[in-house]
């Protein structure tokens, strides 16, 4: 499994955007992009994935570098609730079990 | 409401005594796991099933066991639990095995401790 950089903690403030970034220099030309994060004393949760373009959905966004090398989790206006442990993870095809890092702890300050 | 559901959320026990943590989902997906989440080792995978009838070992399988015998269950067993398998335990589900493009979904989370 190709493997991911991410910064151990980062910090926010409430109602800001968060830009969490992802390094993953030796991504291969078929691995999706995922991202999942674990709120506490709760299990994963799955929040985005993209290939090559940038992707949008209710939770977040996902901007993937040109090269694929480095993507970043956009949260455009955090609360409270986002604070978690985010992960990016690499899937390539047949691979079944997801591969997690150490993440990121975010923490959103009121 | 699409879940996956993991019982107990807690348990206290004792080395030696049989247990078994109950995993269902009601999506229909043909792929289920079970992960272990202990403290700067992060998650591991334990076992997984590609379908029905279909299990087969993760990276830290030993002294799991795991049974596949219909679509939605997929209870995780210890025949003698010892105290290194105090952790935290996550089963998940997928649509379908392999595939890049389809997100796991996880449980709340069974937290065991074997005295």
């Known amino acids: 499994d190709a493997k991911t950089t991410q910064p151990n903690s980062m910090e926010s403030n409430e109602e800001e955007p968060v830009h969490l970034p992802c390094n993953h220099s030796?991504?291969?030309?078929?691995?999706?992009i995922h991202w999942y994060r674990q709120l506490p004393s709760q299990g994963p949760e799955y929040v985005i994935h993209?290939?090559?373009s940038n992707v949008n959905n209710r939770m977040a966004s996902l901007a993937i570098a040109e090269d694929r090398k480095s993507s970043t989790l956009i949260l455009h206006r955090a609360t409270l609730r986002d604070a978690a442990v985010y992960y990016c993870?690499?899937?390539?095809?047949?691979?079944?079990?997801?591969?997690f890092g150490q993440g990121t702890r975010l923490t959103i300050n009121p | 409401e699409a879940q996956v559901t993991q019982n107990p959320r807690y348990l206290i026990t004792v080395t030696g005594k049989k247990l078994t943590v109950t995993c269902s989902q009601n999506?229909?997906?043909?792929?289920m796991s079970w992960y272990r989440q202990d403290p700067g080792l992060g998650l591991r995978q334990i076992y997984y099933?590609?379908?029905?009838?279909?299990?087969d070992k993760g990276d830290v399988p030993e002294g799991y066991k795991v049974s596949r015998k219909e679509k939605r269950n997929f209870p995780l067993i210890l025949e003698s639990p010892s105290p290194n398998q105090t952790s935290l335990y996550f089963c998940?589900?997928?649509?379908?095995?392999?595939?890049?493009?389809?997100?796991?979904?996880f449980g709340d989370g069974t937290r065991l401790s074997i005295l």
């Open positions: 030796t991504i291969s030309g078929t691995d999706y």
């Open positions: 993870i690499l899937r390539d095809e047949g691979a079944q079990k997801l591969v």
């Open positions: 998940a589900s997928s649509l379908h095995p392999g595939s890049r493009n389809q997100p796991q979904h």
């Open positions: 999506m229909n997906h043909e792929y």
């Open positions: 993209g290939l090559t």
């Open positions: 099933s590609m379908n029905v009838e279909v299990t």
